[in-house]
C-alpha cells in the first residue's frame, strides 16, 4: 500500500456510520488499515455495517447530539482500539423546513447535531491527537455552506457555520499536528437526500448543473476522504474540499 495513503495503525471515529456517507467513509478507512469505530443511534444498521466489513471494526451506539451522555460516549468510542487519532463528522439532519415554517424544536435539533456535535466531540478527543502530535479531524461542510436552496435555512446555517468552524479549528490545533478539513459533497445519492433523487425532474436539474452532468454517487467521496485523513494531507488544513462534480465552478 502507497504510504501517502496508508492508515494502519490508527484508530478513526465515523460518526453517522449507519449509512450514507458516514458508512462510507467508514468503510473506506477500515480498507486502508485503520481500526474504525463507528457511532450512530441505530443499533441494528451499525451491527450489520461491522458484520459486513472486512478489518477492524467496532460500534457504539449513541446520539452525538446529546451533551449530557457525550462524556460516556466518548469513553465507549475509545475502548475498543484506544483513543482515535481521527475524526469524522459525518452524522446530519435536514428538516426541510421552508423559513416561514421552521420551527424552535427543528432549529434547534439541526444546530446540536450538525455544528455543535462536531465541535465538541472533537474537543472531547483533541488531547489524545496532541499528545500523538498527529490527528485528522475531518467535517462534512454542504453545498449550502455557499449556496442556498429552498427549504434548507437551518441546515443552511449549521453548514456554514461548519465551513467557519473547520477554520477555526485548524487555527486553534493545527500546530499539534491536528489536520482539520471539511468535505463539501454535490447532491450525493443518500438516505438524507432521497426527497431530491425521489423526483427525477429535480435530480435531473441538479445533474445538468454540474460541470459532470451526473449526480454524485457515494463512492466518489472514498478517494478525497482516504486524502484528508492520511499523511498525504500533512500540508493541507482549514480547507474546505467541493467534491460536487463542478456544481460550484458554475
Given at each position: 500500500m502507497d504510504p501517502l495513503f496508508d492508515l494502519s495503525g490508527r484508530v478513526a471515529c465515523v460518526t453517522g456510520a449507519s449509512s450514507g456517507l458516514g458508512r462510507a467513509a467508514a468503510t473506506a478507512l477500515a480498507a486502508r488499515g485503520a481500526r474504525v469505530v463507528g457511532v450512530a443511534r441505530r443499533?441494528?444498521?451499525?451491527?450489520?455495517?461491522?458484520?459486513?466489513?472486512?478489518?477492524?471494526?467496532?460500534?457504539?451506539?449513541?446520539?452525538?447530539?446529546?451533551?449530557?451522555?457525550?462524556?460516556?460516549?466518548v469513553a465507549r468510542v475509545s475502548y475498543p482500539f484506544g483513543a482515535p487519532d481521527i475524526l469524522i463528522n459525518a452524522a446530519g439532519i435536514n428538516t426541510r423546513q421552508a423559513a416561514d415554517d421552521v420551527t424552535a424544536e427543528g432549529w434547534d435539533a439541526t444546530l446540536a447535531l450538525n455544528l455543535s456535535a462536531p465541535f465538541f466531540l472533537a474537543?472531547?478527543?483533541?488531547?489524545?491527537?496532541?499528545?500523538?502530535?498527529?490527528?485528522?479531524?475531518?467535517?462534512?461542510?454542504?453545498?449550502?455552506?455557499?449556496?442556498?436552496?429552498a427549504g434548507g435555512i437551518a441546515y443552511g446555517a449549521t453548514k456554514g457555520g461548519v465551513e467557519q468552524l473547520t477554520r477555526a479549528m485548524a487555527e486553534a490545533w493545527s500546530r499539534d499536528g491536528i489536520m482539520c478539513n471539511a468535505v463539501a459533497p454535490g447532491f450525493v445519492r443518500t438516505e438524507l437526500t432521497g426527497?431530491?433523487?425521489?423526483?427525477?425532474?429535480?435530480?435531473?436539474?441538479?445533474?445538468?448543473?454540474?460541470?459532470?452532468?451526473?449526480?454524485?454517487?457515494?463512492?466518489?467521496?472514498?478517494?478525497?476522504?482516504?486524502?484528508?485523513?492520511?499523511?498525504?494531507?500533512?500540508?493541507?488544513?482549514?480547507?474546505?474540499?467541493?467534491?460536487?462534480?463542478?456544481?460550484?465552478?458554475?
Amino acid at each position: 500500500m502507497d504510504p501517502l495513503f496508508d492508515l494502519s495503525g490508527r484508530v478513526a471515529c465515523v460518526t453517522g456510520a449507519s449509512s450514507g456517507l458516514g458508512r462510507a467513509a467508514a468503510t473506506a478507512l477500515a480498507a486502508r488499515g485503520a481500526r474504525v469505530v463507528g457511532v450512530a443511534r441505530r443499533a441494528d444498521k451499525l451491527t450489520e455495517w461491522v458484520e459486513n466489513t472486512p478489518g477492524q471494526t467496532a460500534m457504539a451506539v449513541g446520539d452525538v447530539a446529546d451533551r449530557d451522555a457525550l462524556s460516556d460516549l466518548v469513553a465507549r468510542v475509545s475502548y475498543p482500539f484506544g483513543a482515535p487519532d481521527i475524526l469524522i463528522n459525518a452524522a446530519g439532519i435536514n428538516t426541510r423546513q421552508a423559513a416561514d415554517d421552521v420551527t424552535a424544536e427543528g432549529w434547534d435539533a439541526t444546530l446540536a447535531l450538525n455544528l455543535s456535535a462536531p465541535f465538541f466531540l472533537a474537543q472531547a478527543f483533541v488531547p489524545a491527537m496532541k499528545a500523538r502530535k498527529w490527528g485528522r479531524i475531518v467535517n462534512f461542510a454542504s453545498l449550502q455552506s455557499r449556496r442556498a436552496f429552498a427549504g434548507g435555512i437551518a441546515y443552511g446555517a449549521t453548514k456554514g457555520g461548519v465551513e467557519q468552524l473547520t477554520r477555526a479549528m485548524a487555527e486553534a490545533w493545527s500546530r499539534d499536528g491536528i489536520m482539520c478539513n471539511a468535505v463539501a459533497p454535490g447532491f450525493v445519492r443518500t438516505e438524507l437526500t432521497g426527497p431530491v433523487f425521489a423526483n427525477p425532474d429535480i435530480a435531473n436539474h441538479h445533474a445538468n448543473a454540474t460541470c459532470i452532468g451526473r449526480n454524485g454517487e457515494v463512492d466518489d467521496m472514498e478517494g478525497p476522504m482516504i486524502f484528508l485523513c492520511s499523511p498525504a494531507s500533512n500540508y493541507v488544513t482549514g480547507q474546505v474540499l467541493f467534491v460536487d462534480g463542478g456544481y460550484t465552478a458554475k
